[in-house]
């Protein structure tokens, strides 16, 4: 009997521990940062323009009220370089004490972590193009969560994406747009970079306007950034 109880006790011992290790490890392993750095993809340009359109005629807006917002290039590129180790930005829905709609972009770095404080990190106000405190920031996104707790709260790009969009030679602003993707039915955020150099018909849409569509971020809550 005590060699059995033995047996038992070291068996429990043996798992109690290898549990610890289990958990050790997972505390340990490294996120897969190039998975973060690579969210995000192009997207045909007409594909981009419909989908803009569905999201005007789902939540019946017309074409006079505000439904994209805007960086310009140079505030961009100063809120990209403002985090050492850049993983991708996340386009954060904010309400400010009016109950206006905002969107706020927010450099990410490795930790993944919206609201870390980062000495420099520039977080922008999509609306106006200019900067905003953190506090503001984190003010008017706790705001929209507390208003819409089951919905999506923030959409998240790679670096990789905005490596991309600022070599671009035409870029001059990054349009932040809703849309609906009326196949899949699901609500998207796309990066729109509009360029008014060319004068060929190829991607050209029915307005006369062309550039480049990205769309496929991660849409959050649920996701690893936080």
């Not at 340990?28 to 005629?57: C, H, Q």
């Not at 930790?111 to 420099?120: F, K, R, T």
Request: negative net charge; contains cysteine.
């Amino acid at each position: 009997m005590k060699k059995s109880l033995g047996i038992v006790c070291g068996f429990l011992l043996s798992l109690l521990f290898g549990c610890q290790d289990l958990r050790e490890d997972a505390r340990n392993t490294p996120l897969d940062l190039s998975f973060y750095k690579n969210v995000g993809k192009e997207i045909p340009f007409e594909l981009g323009m419909r989908w803009r359109a569905a999201y005007e005629r789902k939540y019946a807006l017309a074409r006079t009220q505000t439904t994209g917002f805007s960086i310009p290039a140079l505030q961009l590129t100063t809120l990209l370089q403002s985090t050492p180790n850049l993983t991708g930005v996340a386009f954060h829905y904010g309400t400010d004490l009016l109950g206006g709609t905002h969107v706020i972009a927010i450099p990410v770095d490795e930790s993944l972590s919206l609201w870390s404080v980062i000495p420099g990190r520039v977080y922008t106000d999509a609306n106006s193009g200019l900067s905003i405190s953190q506090s503001t920031a984190q003010a008017w996104a706790q705001r929209y969560k507390n208003a819409h707790p089951s919905s999506i709260w923030f959409h998240y790009f790679g670096k990789t994406i905005f490596d991309e969009i600022t070599s671009l030679s035409f870029l001059q602003a990054l349009d932040v747009a809703p849309a609906y993707n009326d196949t899949e039915q699901t609500d998207e955020l796309l990066l729109i970079v509009l360029d008014n150099s060319l004068t060929g018909i190829l991607g050209r849409s029915k307005d006369g306007e062309t550039g480049r569509v990205y769309d496929a971020s991660n849409a959050c809550p649920p996701c690893q950034v936080n």
